[in-house]
């Protein structure tokens, strides 16, 4: 629908001039669509009109057609098919496609589209395939185990959709040539061994003498290697368990 697409305009991952992400630019015009990751008609029943194609991301979207006239774009998870209801509400029923507060989520039920800050939309599990397991209850929290593998704290408060993102055979995907890559506006990827010293740490040296340090390091100079999340992020005293089952955080 033209009304829930915008033309999406590229800055080839620059920002005043200056490359802040590499390889990026180029790439087919696309339309990017409006998707509502707040799912702000609250209370108000909606039909799924159809499940479309999104260019920007991995996943599908659903188009939903409310009761009160408004169309729009939401997540589309796995058993979310076109003549379905869906609702967001605090007190909607735990089915595939409904929003509603993580503290009205049974646990062991897998969900996606989780918002961190409360009212801000979901911010996490959106990409295809993607699920998120309600976890249990901590205190004032409640314990949700990401993708990852990672057990994390969220405000009982916070939204989250229910069941898991749809599209899962994406990773399966074979992108076949690299002019693909360059149809989606991804650049080529340069070893940094290949190149001079003076453009990578692990450039220059006589023929194939590897990275000629102990450890390897970014474009920037930074270690790429171990443990490299900053230690003091706002956000580590919400993680209660690492990926991997490792180390326990304790919250003060």
């Known amino acids: 629908m033209k009304k829930l697409k915008n033309i999406l305009n590229r800055h080839s991952g620059r920002a005043r001039g200056t490359v802040v992400v590499r390889h990026q630019g180029g790439g087919e015009k696309q339309f990017m669509r409006v998707v509502d990751f707040k799912r702000i008609n609250y209370d108000v029943q909606g039909v799924v009109e159809a499940i479309e194609y999104d260019p920007g991301r991995s996943a599908g979207i659903a ?7 408004t169309r729009a774009y939401i997540l589309a998870p796995v058993e979310l098919k076109a003549g379905d209801k869906v609702i967001s ?37 959106k990409s295809a395939g993607s699920a998120a397991v309600v976890f249990g209850s901590d205190e004032n929290w409640i314990l949700v185990k990401l993708p990852s593998g990672e057990i994390r704290r969220f405000n009982p408060e916070s939204y989250a959709t229910v069941g898991q993102m749809g599209n899962v055979e994406a990773k399966e995907r074979v992108w076949g040539k690299a002019g693909i ?33 102990k450890h390897p390091k ?35």
């Not at 188009?63 to 006239?69: E, M, P, Q, T």
């Not at 996606?112 to 801000?120: D, W």
């Not at 474009?219 to 180390?247: D, E, F, H, L, W």
Request: charged residues 20%.
């Open 89 to 125: 509400s605090e007190t909607a029923p735990v089915e595939p496609g409904n929003s509603l507060p993580l503290k009205n989520i049974p646990v062991g039920v897998a969900v996606h589209n989780i918002e961190i800050t409360h009212g801000k939309g979901g911010q996490m599990v």
């Open 218 to 252: 970014t474009v920037y100079g930074r270690s790429a290697v171990g443990k490299t999340r900053n230690k003091t992020k706002y956000s580590n005293r919400m993680i209660v368990q690492r990926k991997g089952g490792k180390a326990l955080i304790v919250s003060k």
């Open 181 to 213: 890559m360059r149809h989606r506006g991804i650049r080529p990827s340069v070893r940094g061994v290949a190149m001079n010293p003076d453009s990578h740490p692990h450039g220059g040296g006589e023929g194939r003498s590897g990275i000629g340090m």
């Open 63 to 69: 188009r939903v057609l409310y009761a009160d006239g």
